[in-house]
Nanobody
Framework: QVQLVESGGGLVQAGGSLRLSCAASGIIFNINAMGWYRQAPGKQRELVADITRDGFTNYADSVKGRFTISRDNAKNTVSLQMNSLQPEDTAVYYC??????????WGKGTLVTVSS
């Protein structure tokens, strides 16, 4: 079964940057949207950013101007460049691929910790 694998998480000081990447372990056809979600301790999972196959992007208000999502359709990968990180960005970050059929694939998550 195809899985999504995230990488790039870690510990960073406030004001620092990290780049998350996500790739599928196998081939997934007909991917429409790719996205990043996060879940902080004691909170619900929330959308961080997503991007359609045509490149249209959507960001949570809390990350606008700081985070940038990008994708490579040929490689079926998605990345999230995170700048000016703040302690409130601390969370487990998950990538998600959604096919045109609505089927979703999720990664197991990568932890991002921002120290003050």
């Amino acid at each position: 079964q195809v899985q999504l694998v995230e990488s790039g998480g870690g510990l960073v000081q406030a004001g620092g940057s990290l780049r998350l990447s996500c790739a599928a372990s196998g081939i997934i056809f007909n991917i429409n949207a790719m996205g990043w979600y996060r879940q902080a301790p004691g909170k619900q999972r929330e959308l961080v950013a997503d991007i359609t196959r045509d490149g249209f992007t959507n960001y949570a208000d809390s990350v606008k101007g700081r985070f940038t999502i990008s994708r490579d359709n040929a490689k079926n990968t998605v990345s999230l460049q995170m700048n000016s990180l703040q302690p409130e960005d601390t969370a487990v970050y998950y990538c998600m691929f959604e096919k045109y059929s609505g089927i979703q694939y999720w990664g197991k998550g990568t932890l991002v910790t921002v120290s003050s």
